[in-house]
């Protein structure tokens, strides 16, 4: 759903670019060009955006061939480094060995084409800048030729480019000889495509451009950044949310070696020191005085079963037909009600930022999917103007969604620590504090009903789903929640392939509120509603006496995206063939951020021990055109174990209104050896592009724990999945 | 206190209880090791002391005087050890945060067993967390890069006849 809004929000302005040159100081060519009045008047109706006038370089070329390709998407793991400038140098038709990529500065002109800000998330970026990127490079090499032609005096039209060279005839010339002549002349209006037919680049698979950077310890993270004069903080944080402080002590900490300075921020109170040893002796050395206020009684137990009360009522309904509770009385009801806890991003590099105040503003070192968000927060608390904020963004260690709040929490608290201590500072959290630290997934309860029909399909269905508002309060909300329903608590529930099919169906959703700070985890509302509709549907087909895949095709329209995806990978699987002794399978097929994705997984259950193995699995993906199929499989495979981790181990529970999880020891994550062998296929396509980055996540719950009730009879409905 | 890493001496002034991570992190400057838990559960502080694996995070540097370290960056000339082209070959990375720790594991484990079974890859790597889930290259990885190695060792021994 998340998907519809980008797309709606496309269509909504014209797709046509104004294309403009500008030189860099640097010299070369950089190709700018703006979007339109419309999107820009949109995103100032909406409060997103200011104008979006700047001009907007994606490419630089310079005199020795370099090109270099500026991403307005942030790196963190999911390939943009090298799928993007692939887009780019299709059109461009340079060498492929000469292109390099650098993180775009936060400026306007670097929004989202879909959101309006500057932003990696929802899965979006391939497709969102896909036509952008192409029409970048299509009009740097028009202007390379026109720059040749100019040269040797021959038409544009007798001009063509090859690798990297203009070519006329027996004349030949490079790109970066003719790339500050070619900064000079005006944009042409319009620049042609290539035909997808003539691609060299595109749909080929091609390595990483980051790999030497990160097998060597070259490549710079936010946690990596050092600025003259920096000072390391830690900082204590309230330890439970809403709490307040009364007072604190710095005596005993600011008498360690090392520590610099002890100061106050709204979040808590940060140590300052030389290196992080001393700043994180000194912050378990405060003596802190916290009133901790009504989120001191908060327990995830008491929560549930608060959760579980309100699924039995209606709640705000986010999509209906057809006259449920009618055809529910006197019918034979089969029922289900299925948990999920809340889950903390976990990223490898923990949170951090780097913020350096000068005299003409402000600088911003982060690894951060929210650029325009951080930079304005970060204006609002210096008292500057956005521009003056300069935010660089470095190597993300991991995303997930947990460094894109909008609240920018972990950059707004070092813009704070760096105004009050007057220092240039880089905040540092421990694991601890991000396991601690809030913004996770919400904890889900689900309750599904549904009455056959004589031919095993389901003719009513009803799904009542709790769980906290990821984007109540904030500003995606006006945009994202309507009639109380927001759009990401039910999305893959709400528009689950299957309702089409079924006559009298209704999804509504209850939102309570807690201190709890919420925010997307890697796939969103599809983490939880992945599993409990490819849960019920298993359950639908048991209870039918129907083989699981049979019982999917015959509910998913023939020629629906759902079905390619599911065949092919029940084809590659070899469903219904023998498995190992002991082994069974269980599948899955969901549809998030404009992907379809099958999975079928292979496990065994060991019952003495409680524990699941999962053997195998796979994965077929429609996604539309793909850019790097090397990027696809290695989403799919990244997906396949982060979904494996909240599958069989992910929970974040609370206590007296504290988190009761520290580091990797009581918050466990996939290990090596639980990584099961993953074969993805992927459906060729050339449907509407979607996206990989999540997609992978939502079905592999659902698919192991079909399996688990193949294998041993068990239908598990919470996550993580514990065998009985 | 004196420190040898990567074949150079370090001359540190800092508290005997200081963790080698952030000795070489926030003293030397040497930021390829990274910080993942500090408690010895993700294994990206991995560096080498004296040719075997180690969690730096958890090591404090005054226990390390007197032995040979080698952190990422020490551990070849130009990203050309066959653990890292196995990797650059396998289209391992994905966040990177994670790899230089994985590099480190795999180089101390082919070191000591040149030919490792995927028990022996259990063993030694799954102390080496990965979000991005990349373990799957990893595996093929570790044992591209043993067949590099026996092809580099071949070579060398060519030079050496």
Known sequence: MLREYFHKATNSTSRREFLKSTALVSGGLVVAFCWPGALRRAIAQQGMGAAMTSPNAFVHIAADNTVTILLKHSEMGQGVWTSLPMVLAEELDCDWTNVRAEHAPAAPAYAHTAFGMQMTGGSTSTWESFEQLRNAGAMARALLIQAAAAKWNKPAADCRSENGFVICGEQKISYGQVADAAAKLPAPSDVKLKDAKDFRLIGKP???????????????????????????????????????????????????????????????????????????????????????????????????????????????????????????????????????????????????????????????????????????????????????????TTFLGGGFGRRATPTSDFVAEAVHVAKASG?????????????????????????????????????????????????????????????????????????????????????????????????????????????????????????????????????????????????LAAAKFGWGKPLPKGHAAGLAVHQSFGSYVAQIAEVSVDAKNKAIKVHRVVCAIDCGPVVNPLTVEAQMQSGIAYGLSAALHGEITFKDGKVQQNNFNDYPVLRLNEMPKVEVHIVPSTDKMGGVGEPGVPPIAPAVANAVFAASGQRLRQLPLRIA | MKLDVNGRQYEVDVPTDMPLLWVLRDVIGLTGTKFGCGMMQCGACTVHVDGAAMRSCVTPASALVGKKITTIEGLSADANHAVQRAWIETDVVQCGYCQSGQVMAAAALLAQKPKPTDADIDAAMSGNLCRCGTYQRIRAAVHRASDLLVADNSEEGGHVA
């Open chain 1, 206 to 392: 091609t390595r990483r451009l980051d790999s030497a950077a990160k097998v060597s310890g070259k490549a710079e993270f936010g946690i990596d950044v050092k600025r003259p004069d920096m000072l390391i903080a830690v900082v204590a944080r309230a330890p439970v949310f809403g709490a307040t402080l009364k007072s604190f002590d710095a005596a005993k900490a600011k008498a360690l070696p090392g520590v610099v300075d002890v100061v106050q921020v709204p979040s808590g109170v940060a140590v300052l020191a030389k290196h992080f040893w001393a700043a994180k002796q000194g912050r378990d050395a405060l003596v802190l005085d916290w009133d901790l206020g009504a989120g001191a009684s908060l327990s995830t137990q008491t929560m549930r079963a608060d959760y579980r009360k309100l699924a039995q009522t209606p709640g705000a309904v986010a999509k209906t037909a057809g006259d449920v509770d009618a055809a529910f009385k006197g019918a034979k009801l089969i029922e289900a009600e299925y948990e999920v806890p809340f889950l903390a991003h976990a990223p490898m590099e923990p949170l951090n930022c780097t913020v350096e105040i000068g005299k003409d503003g402000a600088d911003i070192y982060t690894g951060t999917q929210f650029q325009t968000m951080d930079q304005r927060t970060a204006a609002t608390i210096l008292g500057l103007k956005p521009e003056q904020v300069r935010v660089h």
């Open chain 1, 423 to 567: 220092r240039t500072v880089k905040v540092v959290w421990t694991r601890e504090d991000d396991i601690h630290g809030g913004y996770y997934r919400p904890m889900w309860v689900s309750r599904l009903r549904a009455s056959l029909g004589k031919d095993g399909k389901p003719a009513a269905w009803a799904h009542t789903i709790v769980g906290q508002s990821i984007i109540a309060g904030t500003p995606f909300e006006p945009m994202m929640v309507k009639n109380g329903v927001d759009d990401t608590s039910v999305e893959g529930a709400a528009d689950a392939p299957y309702l089409a099919a079924v006559p009298a169906h209704r999804v509504d959703l209850h939102s309570p509120k807690s201190p709890i700070p919420v925010l997307w985890w890697r796939s969103v509302g599809h983490s939880h509603t992945g599993f409990v509709v490819e849960s019920f549907v298993d359950e639908l087909a048991h209870a039918a006496k129907k083989d699981p895949l049979e019982y999917r095709r015959a509910l998913l329209p023939a020629d629906s995206r759902e079905r390619r995806a599911l065949d």
